[in-house]
């Protein structure tokens, strides 16, 4: 690794870490229905929302009915967005005339974006309309991360009350998500990317006369290019800030529309960690303890930057096949050097690294490399960070609300060790949060290795595989753990738009978001009603390195002992065949 590399790493960090506790402050008021200076005025709209909706604010939920709020909220939402897609042809805001969307792919996407995931087996400028993008998609890029702090918030209520029945309204949590917190970032983030040059018209594509025409097929001649264009810095904003990563366009943000300079790259990589990372913040604030949060903030950076410097460090040291052949690989000032396919020259490696891991650390899945392209070790490092359970800052809300399930499971194994009944925070982990949280951690994990069990042993799944051995399992393994894992990200070479893929991964999608949420409510139902008990001698510091390190080792023990076998199926024995040849 160079200098330079360092120096980026370092300042990536830094500045994501500055600016999370003033933004896990202002969430922790926010949510707890603090007055601050942004809810003063949008305080009139927050209530004529809810008199509209015939909510009433102050009526709180148990979690059955937090959850069952949720999930209809949820189908609506895919319902609405798959007859968006289906009905685009006869729908206004369509310059370039495209027309219905397949209706395995219209439910694919659908749920995709519905669950946060936002998988996209098509190509954005060839597929969706301009008012499919915006009022389908990009709207569904503010509620399905609403309803992810929703949710995390509800949890926090769960260890934050004692003798009660109730975790909050959820519309009110996911109104207030929505008008506090993700509205105003988005839309400074979104002037911000438009002053670097993102993209954001509502006119037709323009067209282009090509200096040297063009011989296609037969007789035809190309003299003209239509250049795809639209409101994208808006969506863009969205998909980083609530971490769901769709593209505005088929390469997403290695697109120089989407992501033209190295200031825009900087300002999205930060806006993919910023709020989950804020977030820690304000569960310390709202459990009335900031060192409980800085504990799991700093859990989620010991893992993840780690990790960062390993993948710059495989992906800068190039492959040993061009080695043999006489490459230069070194950095130089003439050269970045390393393994520059599926890179933009325009970041380089290290900037491809962070955002390689950052994306997948968290469950946003957006990209500035093609993933199939990098090294075996390269390509494995962001498929076993979404098969940590996406809880390495994860997704916006569900990061945090998966990472303290870990928290309960870390506890509980304390617990065991000592013969004491566990605490978390003034609450006896008991039972019933012990069997919610080990379906939270083995669901997700047995649909990965099932649906790509599926996959390869299908003919099906197979036509979908278009390059042969541990690299093509690499890409099936990577797909769905993606799904599940609600990031949306993929390998190259898995032609996923088919019926099977889109069903499989669609219902792949569906569980791994609600199939962690729904045990979560519960938990926090199960807490709520719980006494707060005081701390004893014999009470687990839960605000110590010593805790770090043993919730560091329980995420990092259950991600081995489930997919290691799995990946040595895949970029493992890819390494070593690299290696041989």
Known sequence: ??????????????????????????????????????????????????????????????????????????????????????????????????????????????????????????????TMSYLTQALALGVQNFVSAAAGIAVVVALTRGFARAEKGTIGNYWVDLTRSTLYVLLPLA??????????????????????????????????????????????????????LGTNGGGFFNVNSAHPFENPTPISNFLEMLAILLIPAGLCEMFGRMVKDRRQGWVLLAAMTIILVPLVVGATAVEQ??????????????????????????????????????????????????????????TPLGGLIPMWLIQFGEVVFG???????????????????????????PEYLGKKIEAFEVKMASLVILVPAMMILFGTALAVSTEAGRAGVFNPGAHGFSE???????????????????????????VLLGVCMWVGRFWLAIPVLAIAGALARKKLVPAGAGTLPTHTPLFAGLLVGTVLLVGALTFVPALALGPIVEHFQLLAR
């Open 395 to 421: 997704g916006v809300g569900s990061g945090l609300y998966g990472m303290l399930v870990f928290a309960l499971i870390a506890v509980f194994i304390a617990g065991l060790m000592v013969g004491r009944t």
């Open 476 to 502: 099936v393994l990577y797909g769905v753990t993606s799904a599940v894992g609600n990031n949306g990200s993929a390998f190259g070479g898995l032609g996923a738009n088919s019926a099977f893929y889109n």
């Open 1 to 126: 690794m160079t200098a330079n590399d360092w120096i980026q790493i370092v300042v990536y960090f830094v500045v994501l870490l500055a600016l999370a506790l003033p933004l896990g402050r202002f969430m922790a008021r926010i949510m707890s229905g603090e007055q601050t200076w942004l809810t003063r005025l949008g305080r009139p709209l927050e209530r004529a929302l809810y008199r509209f909706a015939g909510v009433a604010e102050d009526d709180e939920m148990t979690w059955t009915r937090y959850a069952t709020a949720l999930l209809v909220f949820s189908v609506a939402c895919v319902a609405v967005v798959y007859l968006i897609q289906r009905l685009q042809g006869f729908l206004p805001a369509n310059p370039a005339q495209l027309g219905a969307v397949a209706p395995a792919l219209a439910f694919n996407t659908a749920v995709s974006f519905a669950t946060n995931t936002n998988w996209q087996a098509y190509g954005g400028e060839t």
């Open 317 to 374: 040291g190039g492959t040993p096949v061009l080695a043999a052949a006489g490459a230069d690989q070194a950095p130089s000032s003439l050269q970045s050097g390393g393994n520059m396919e599926g890179k933009e020259t325009r970041f380089g490696i290290v900037n491809s690294a962070i955002w390689a891991t950052a994306t997948t650390a968290a469950s946003n899945g957006s990209v500035t490399a093609m993933h199939d392209s990098f």
């Open 187 to 240: 839309l400074v983030w979104a002037m911000l990317l438009v002053s670097q040059g993102v993209v954001q018209t509502w006119d037709a594509y323009p067209v282009a006369q090509l200096v040297e025409p063009l011989h296609a097929s037969g007789t035809t001649v190309v003299t003209q290019q239509t250049i795809a264009v639209g409101p994208a810095a808006s969506q863009i904003a969205i998909k980083q």
